[in-house]
């Protein structure tokens, strides 16, 4: 029976070993049409990855922020035809602070099998290092962008992470990262912990736990503009 497979992508690594297991690799060679977020970086990804079809005679339909549910009616016409569909993350988990639920869950009311395969998570691999607690947490995706909603939400974060010993998780755009550890630092309570986690996989990978105290008197040594970064809030 044809399946939609869910393929993580590298989230940083040149080397496609550190996060592309080869079993991986064995099922992205099996597919011709894919549903993606953005095609240039879709491409780039096969090649990189070797995938051995003409790229110009392979399927692509876009899945993001733009797309309508309407749009994504015809996107599984291949299982019909018996072959694979592959969704492709633009960079981590498939789903996961990614728009392929709307296929994901077209698959599951129709009674498609899904496969998720194993590959990087930018999320877990900072909750994994960060020290803080990994029975209980929460994901929040991007905080607002005003300083004064965004110092009211880490405040409200923070409540939960300390009053429920629920490790709170979020990301910021890149170039306002500076500005996110600072609101963090002066936001939160002296002793609450804070985890900055930046470049996972790359050599530049950076993860530091501190607390909001000594982030206040360290976060210059710590430059984070353009760098793809992880933030977490514990106890």
């Given at each position: 029976?044809?399946?939609?497979?869910?393929?993580?992508v590298?989230?940083?690594?040149?080397?496609l070993?550190v996060?592309?297991?080869?079993?991986?690799?064995?099922?992205?060679?099996?597919?011709?049409?894919?549903?993606?977020?953005?095609?240039?970086?879709?491409?780039r990804f096969?090649?990189h990855?070797?995938?051995p079809h003409?790229?110009?005679?392979?399927?692509?339909?876009?899945?993001?922020?733009?797309?309508?549910?309407?749009?994504?009616?015809h996107?599984?016409?291949?299982?019909?035809?018996?072959?694979?569909?592959?969704?492709l993350?633009?960079?981590?988990?498939?789903?996961?602070a990614d728009?392929?639920?709307?296929?994901?869950?077209?698959?599951?009311?129709?009674?498609?099998?899904?496969l998720?395969?194993?590959g990087?998570?930018?999320l877990?691999?900072?909750?994994?290092?960060s020290?803080?607690?990994?029975?209980?947490?929460?994901?929040?995706?991007y905080?607002?962008?005003?300083?004064?909603?965004?110092?009211?939400?880490?405040?409200?974060?923070?409540?939960?992470?300390?009053?429920?010993?629920?490790?709170?998780?979020?990301i910021?755009?890149?170039?306002r990262?500076?500005?996110?550890?600072?609101?963090?630092?002066?936001?939160?309570?002296?002793?609450?912990?804070?985890?900055?986690?930046s470049d996972?996989?790359?050599?530049t990978?950076?993860?530091?736990t501190?607390?909001?105290?000594e982030?206040k008197?360290?976060?210059?040594?710590?430059?984070?503009?353009?760098?793809?970064?992880?933030?977490?809030?514990?106890?």
């Amino acid at each position: 029976m044809a399946r939609l497979i869910l393929f993580p992508v590298p989230i940083g690594a040149d080397d496609l070993a550190v996060s592309l297991p080869a079993y991986n690799q064995t099922m992205l060679f099996g597919c011709h049409t894919f549903i993606v977020e953005e095609l240039r970086t879709a491409r780039r990804f096969l090649k990189h990855a070797g995938y051995p079809h003409a790229i110009d005679d392979t399927t692509f339909h876009l899945l993001n922020e733009h797309t309508s549910p309407e749009e994504v009616t015809h996107y599984l016409d291949a299982l019909d035809n018996g072959e694979d569909v592959g969704l492709l993350s633009e960079a981590g988990l498939p789903c996961v602070a990614d728009p392929g639920a709307m296929v994901t869950r077209m698959a599951q009311s129709r009674g498609v099998e899904v496969l998720p395969l194993v590959g990087p998570s930018s999320l877990m691999l900072a909750l994994m290092a960060s020290g803080l607690g990994g029975q209980n947490f929460a994901f929040n995706g991007y905080l607002p962008v005003d300083r004064h909603q965004r110092a009211a939400v880490i405040r409200d974060l923070e409540s939960r992470a300390l009053r429920h010993g629920q490790t709170q998780i979020f990301i910021e755009a890149p170039y306002r990262n500076n500005q996110m550890l600072q609101t963090l630092a002066e936001t939160c309570r002296p002793e609450t912990m804070i985890c900055v986690a930046s470049d996972l996989t790359l050599p530049t990978q950076d993860i530091t736990t501190l607390s909001a105290a000594e982030w206040k008197k360290r976060r210059l040594d710590l430059n984070l503009h353009k760098r793809n970064t992880v933030f977490l809030i514990g106890c």
